[in-house]
């Protein structure tokens, strides 16, 4: 079993940034690619970023490229997203995984 719990969301304005946190527990982090996702209001769950065990691959939505930056600290059990010049369009729930796992997300609200 794997525990997750995000932090780190909360009003930022257009532009601003926000750097969010997800803290896992329960089995190890090992050999496992972890990610974040994002719902909006009325909308779908989304993928934002990935990255693998070792941080040697990353992934990032076309919408978040060169503005988002995904890391893992895998002695700490601790995934991080560092949001640089936030939109609008970037509000929403946004949520860590690895593999079945889910946190219970953060709230992230962009305001123009």
């Known amino acids: 079993q794997v525990q997750l719990v995000e932090s780190g969301g909360g009003l930022v304005q257009a532009g601003g940034s926000l750097s969010l946190s997800c803290a896992a527990s329960g089995r190890t982090l090992s050999n496992y690619f972890m990610g974040w996702y994002r719902q909006a209001p009325g909308k779908e769950r989304e993928f934002v970023a990935s990255i693998s065990y070792s941080s040697g691959t990353t992934t990032y939505a076309d919408s978040v490229k060169g503005r988002f930056t995904i890391s893992r600290d895998n002695a700490k059990n601790t995934l991080n997203l560092q949001m640089n010049s936030l939109r609008p369009e970037g509000t929403g729930v946004y949520y860590c995984?690895?593999?079945?796992?889910w946190g219970q997300g953060t709230q992230v609200t962009v305001s123009s």
């Open positions: 995984n690895r593999d079945k796992y």
